[in-house]
């Protein structure tokens, strides 16, 4: 069993001869400025101060069981302005009020192969507060609370190959506020698992599988909506913007003759259009009849 280290308080991970407070709990390198945990922790606070540094939790936990109210000792990794910042490896399992990580104004950051579990309802698991252009790649959260949030303006950031699943009551699992981020390749199932209510996204080839409401809500205008696995329990989507595009997706709820959609020139594409929910005049002309 791995040994930990228990108490709260912030560690800083700074680009020094010691990596800040990092040989304390892990080992520093400072040619690839790579912290590398070396123990579990819990309760701590881990706020990186500088650019390009690599905090590399080699698969030891984050446990998170008390309440701070008190930003940021509720966040579990900290991240403010910071730039190209890779936090890799590490399982959280946080089980009271906060954020697992938060980057704040954060710039070409990478957030690889975390995973999170057994959060409580009042947790988000990653939270994007105008930050831009990073990158989410092959997380995996499981979770009560809230899963991947982009918020105010963050804008360019890219999520693939990431794993959602929320459990006993959650609503979203992924929330975008921002324009132009990509969401590709991502498997992802709650309550109501997509809201977009930013603009000029692109959602595409995604598993998105909602237990209660919709699939995919959208507010926001001129989002590209193509080739994804859309389930919902009544109408799959809906949409409340202007001018999205909505193309070759799979319908759970449009994919049978019973259901309005039959193919007659065995293409795999239904015969007739389908009007998506909220909208007088928008369709997706090419719905699929099977993923």
């Known amino acids: 069993m791995a040994s930990s280290v228990s108490a709260h308080s912030i560690k800083h991970i700074r680009d020094d001869s010691s990596g800040g407070d990092c040989t304390s709990i892990g080992t520093w390198t400072s040619s690839s400025k790579t912290c590398k945990l070396m123990t579990d922790l819990v309760n701590w606070t881990i706020q990186i101060d500088n650019d390009g540094i690599t905090f590399d939790g080699d698969r030891h936990k984050i446990i998170y069981n008390q309440d701070y109210h008190e930003f940021p000792d509720n966040v579990v990794i900290y991240l403010p302005n910071r730039q190209k910042v890779t936090i890799k490896n590490l399982d959280f399992e946080i089980k009271k009020s906060g954020y697992g990580i938060y980057l704040k104004e954060g710039f070409q950051n990478y957030l690889i192969s975390n995973n999170v579990n057994k959060t ?172």
């Open 120 to 291: 409580s309802h009042d947790m988000t698991a990653f939270k994007l507060m105008n930050s831009t252009n990073n990158m989410l790649l092959g997380n995996r959260i499981i979770s009560e609370g809230y899963g991947i949030e982009l918020a105010l303006s963050s804008d360019n950031n890219i999520l693939v190959n990431n794993k959602l699943i929320g459990y006993d009551g959650m609503d979203q699992c992924l929330t975008i506020d921002g324009s132009k981020n990509i969401v590709i390749s991502n498997y992802i199932m709650s309550n109501e698992p997509v809201y977009l209510l930013g603009s000029g996204n692109t959602v595409v080839n995604n598993v998105i599988k909602a237990q209660e409401k919709w699939a995919l809500k959208v507010t926001g205008d001129k989002n590209k909506i193509f080739h994804n696995d859309i389930e919902g329990p009544n109408e799959d989507v809906s949409d409340g913007g202007d001018n999205n595009q909505w193309f070759m997706n799979h319908y759970y709820n449009y994919d049978e003759p019973s259901e309005g959609c039959f193919d007659a020139y065995d293409n795999g594409i239904c015969d007739s259009p389908l009007l998506i929910w909220r909208t007088m005049n928008n369709y997706d002309q090419f719905p699929l009849v099977s993923w």
